[in-house]
């Protein structure tokens, strides 16, 4: 499914709340792709994961990657944000993107009905980055928050 939805965006075609990131490896240094579903909380956005992903591993080594929807591109600055203060920001992923919800859940991730205190409650188990736009074209070392 991931490859199927990879190569819609890569076609110009974006749909539903998909975007593609694109995180350099941390050993080849080429960018790795995977969909995601950024989502808005208090005027920031965010992405929300498995703690465990590669492109996770690899967000948190370069603290950067490409952010794309349809032909579009933005080059920003991944921020990781965690527990306590992720909780907050996760208990609003079921409400922004509820068809993401059973994505968590499936993984086990998310124990059922799988609503805001549920998400909240597995914040220490999910990778929470905030997307910040690159001002001077250099990401810099990996940043985290809280």
Known sequence: MNQVMTALQRMGIAFFSFHLISV??????????TPVSPFSVDGQRYILSFGQTQWVKNA????????????RRWK?????????????IV????LKIPAGVQFFVR???VEKPAGPEQFAAA????????ID???????GAVQQAG
Do not use: K, N
């Open 24 to 33: 350099p490896g941390r050993r080849s240094g080429l960018l790795r792709t």
């Open 60 to 71: 948190r080594e370069s603290g950067w990657g490409i952010l794309a929807r349809g032909r």
């Open 76 to 88: 920003v600055a991944l921020v990781e944000v965690r527990t306590p203060e992720s909780a907050v």
């Open 91 to 94: 208990r609003e992923f079921p």
């Open 107 to 109: 993984l086990g991730l």
């Open 123 to 130: 914040a220490e188990r999910l990778a929470l980055f905030r």
């Open 133 to 139: 736009p690159i001002q001077d074209g250099q990401p």
